[in-house]
Nanobody, 127 residues
């Protein structure tokens, strides 16, 4: 049975940094396109960053230059390094994996149609 497990997150003051991690049991993340999404209270889930099987990265406009997505295929871990955090970044963060690219034509794929999800981890940024 496949399990996608997240770690990291927590509470940080504005301007601080956090790193999220995501790994999978029973699934090699190198065989999937993977991404981070987030969902703030009362808002829809939005794409944050994605890294393809070939290592190509794409970022949401609000995090460009501050967040970095990476993966360690040998360790089967996906990371999201978040720097210069703003209160607007407060949300539940989810990692996702799919056989298809997570973005196409400049748009994020429908989150409801993705293959695998982590359990979510809360990030809170205070002002």
């Amino acid at each position: 049975q496949v399990q996608v497990v997240q770690s990291g997150g927590g509470f940080v003051q504005a301007g601080g940094s956090l790193r999220l991690s995501c790994t999978a049991v029973g699934l090699r993340l190198a065989t999937r396109h993977v991404a981070w999404f987030r969902q703030a209270p009362g808002k829809e889930r939005e794409g944050v960053a994605t890294i393809g099987r070939d290592g190509t990265t794409t970022y949401g406009d609000s995090v460009k230059g501050r967040f970095t997505v990476s993966k360690d295929n040998a360790e089967n871990i996906l990371y999201l390094q978040m720097n210069s955090l703003k209160p607007a970044a407060t949300a539940m963060y989810y990692c996702a994996a799919d056989r298809r690219q997570l973005t196409y034509g400049g748009r994020w794929r429908d989150p409801n149609a993705l293959e695998r999800w982590g359990q979510g981890t809360l990030v809170t940024v205070s002002s």
